[in-house]
């Protein structure tokens, strides 16, 4: 490795085979991030020269981010669809790279962005002509030949588990000041697989990183004196409780002029039934219209108003769970102004849910002002209160009931989380705390490397804790919050059936966790990147009941591999329960199937691949038709 010294003056030429590293990230983490690739190879140097290749038309969810991050986009039109569609992207990214080391001199070292095999030439032949060669991919789809033929190889894996560790922090850490703006973006990046140890003859045991564990804002301390050693920890204030409540749940307060902005344009942007459209679709298309227009504004904003918008009730979205991908079937509310009133007043509900007591004066500062003044709050806060909501003490308003997670706990498919909370009791010397609670789900997530059971039990105590700690009214732990820890507790408790061979309790837990899980909800922000390695694991267990050996499975693969790979090994009983299991998985989360089929669509064609798109598209219409 060079020295610091060396890496801060190198100039940096980065090609990304932007098809091979996107594909290979979503199947093994959910999502690609673009901002951990930029992030982690400019700490080597400077960036002189980007590139992306790629056929743009069918990328088109990542075209704003890498433009806002100055990508250059090499269109490369597909061809022979029917194959999979071919574009010449290496060969092209080959041409440029070669280009690179006989005209830009001035170029220290490149960096290519893949882990195809093909390229393990062209890095020997930089290296002849002395440039510092630095390989990017997943870790589970990149080629040994490729990580031999690079100076340098960084995996994606570590930079997203990297990022996981820099959003954990201990609730008793204090700082000095208010760390608000500190703290915000945190937790957006992708995070990693989990493996689950199959039985098998030989098994296959792969450490994954811990899911995150919920960073709250540290309480501000000051000095009692100038020679004291330590500082006293002083309570916040109502306004940094409820600043730091919305950065934890990842909906970032923006300025009520922009929020309502944002809220009358993505009304307009969405295309209801029977167009098919979903959020995800209206914001792309409302980004584009700003880019268009040269009007500035975040996606995280668009998106953040988006996440409000259906919390707040204003689409309609059955059969399906509301969510970001889910298609829209009508909108409820029309009229701009009243959606952007039952938007702020979702705001103010999710707080009080919470347990967090709200002033007028306080609520206006952070939430509405300057653009409203605090008889608009008010006004939301006594609605909230003659609906039976809210309770009013003085200048403060409280939740008046504390039966939100009871309630959470009649759904369906949440009854094994039910019973297993019903049958567990705390001990009597345990912690009822939110710290305790936060230490339980960090251990969980430890153990459930190489355990899965004692991993489950640690989650289910911090659920526990957490529904305790709800009943007694303790403030900001949310229904979201709760969601999130029994998504957690889902994960390893279905890993904990799968490895004692009791898959069909397995699968009731994985689908579980898929439907707590829906895009734009505060549990898919922190665990999206289990999906795909949960649902892989899902269709296994169809490969058990029927008795269907798939050979070529693995931890590391796809779920649209693994598919693929099952249908390939069933009879005419198995593909009718591995339908079952499809339409069970789209009740759940009707996304995850769509994204699934979509996977599969992208792969090479082939028999097996028409036959398993012929069965999830079956049970796919099957579930919007109802």
């Not at 979503?26 to 002189?48: S, V």
């Not at 564990?213 to 006293?232: E, G, K, N, Q």
Request: hydrophobic share 40%; aromatic share 8%.
């Amino acid at each position: 490795m060079r020295s610091s010294h060396t890496q801060d003056n190198q100039k940096i030429a980065v090609f990304i085979d932007f098809e091979n590293i996107s594909l290979s990230a979503a199947n093994h983490f959910g999502e690609f991030d673009l901002g951990l690739l930029l992030k982690a190879i400019q700490r080597r140097g400077r960036i002189t020269l980007r590139r992306a290749y790629g056929d743009w038309s069918r990328l088109i969810k990542y075209r704003d981010a890498l433009r806002e991050n100055a990508v250059e986009l090499v269109q490369l039109y597909s061809y022979n669809l029917q194959q999979g569609g071919k574009n010449r992207a290496d060969i092209r990214l080959v041409i440029d790279v070669m280009e690179c080391l006989f005209m830009l001199d001035y170029i220290d070292t490149i960096v290519i962005v893949s882990g195809d095999s093909d390229f393990s030439s062209l890095m020997s032949k930089a290296r002849e002509y002395g440039k510092y060669t630095i390989g990017v991919g997943v870790q589970a789809s990149t080629s040994d030949l490729l990580i031999k033929a690079c100076d340098e190889f960084v995996f994606y894996d570590k930079l997203v588990e990297e990022a996981y560790e820099q959003i954990k922090a201990p609730r008793s850490l204090s700082v000095s000041e208010p760390v608000i703006e500190a703290t915000q973006g945190a937790g957006t990046g992708a995070g990693a697989t989990v493996s689950e140890t199959a039985p098998a003859p030989v098994e296959e045991k792969t450490a994954a990183p811990r899911p995150v564990v919920i960073r709250r804002a540290p309480p501000i301390t000051v000095a009692a004196s100038a020679s004291t050693a330590t500082a006293a920890p002083v309570k916040r204030s109502e306004r940094e409780t409820l600043r730091y409540f919305f950065e934890d749940l990842r909906l970032p307060v923006i300025p009520p002029d922009v929020r309502a902005d944002v809220l009358a344009e993505l009304l307009s942007a969405v295309e209801p039934a029977p167009a098919r459209s979903t959020l995800n679709q209206a914001i792309n298309k409302l980004k584009a219209r700003y880019d268009f227009e040269n009007v500035y504004r975040k996606r995280e904003d668009i998106r953040a108003v988006a996440r409000l918008a259906y919390r707040a009730g204003l689409f309609d979205f059955k059969p399906e769970s509301p969510s970001l991908s889910a298609y829209i079937r009508g909108i409820n509310e029309n009229d701009a102004e009243r959606a952007n009133r039952l938007v702020d007043q979702s705001l103010l509900r999710l707080t009080l849910e919470s347990h967090i007591r709200l002033t007028p004066p306080c609520a206006t500062s952070i939430l509405f002002a300057p653009a409203r003044g605090e008889s608009y709050c008010a006004d939301l806060l006594n609605e909230l209160t003659e609906m039976g909501f809210a309770e009013r003490s003085g200048n403060q308003y409280f939740v008046r009931r504390t039966d939100a997670i009871s309630l959470l706990l009649q759904r369906l498919e949440l009854g094994g989380v039910k019973r297993d909370l019903e049958q567990f009791s705390l001990h009597a010397n345990d912690r009822i705390t939110l710290e305790e609670a936060d230490r339980l789900f960090d251990a969980a997530s430890d153990l459930r490397r190489h355990d899965f059971i004692a991993s489950s039990n640690c989650a289910l105590r911090g659920l526990k804790i957490l529904a305790e700690l709800y009943l007694r009214r303790e403030p900001e732990v949310s229904v979201d919050e709760f969601l999130w820890g029994a998504a957690s507790y889902c994960s390893s408790r279905a890993g904990a059936y799968f490895r004692n061979r009791d898959y069909i309790s397995a699968r009731h837990y994985y689908l579980a966790f898929f439907s707590v899980t829906q895009e734009g909800d505060f549990a898919w922000e922190l665990l999206r990147p289990l999906l795909p390695s949960l649902l892989s694991y899902f269709w296994m267990t169809l490969s058990h009941e029927v008795e269907a050996r798939v050979s070529s499975f693995s931890g590391h693969m796809a779920p649209g591999e693994t598919a693929v790979a099952l249908v390939g090994e069933l009879n005419d009983f198995g593909l009718k329960k591995m339908e079952e299991l499809a339409y069970d998985l789209a009740t759940a989360n009707a996304a995850q199937l769509r994204a699934l089929i979509a996977q599969i669509e992208t792969a090479a064609h082939s028999n097996e691949q028409q036959l398993a798109l012929a069965v999830l598209n079956s049970a796919h219409d099957r579930f919007t038709a109802s």
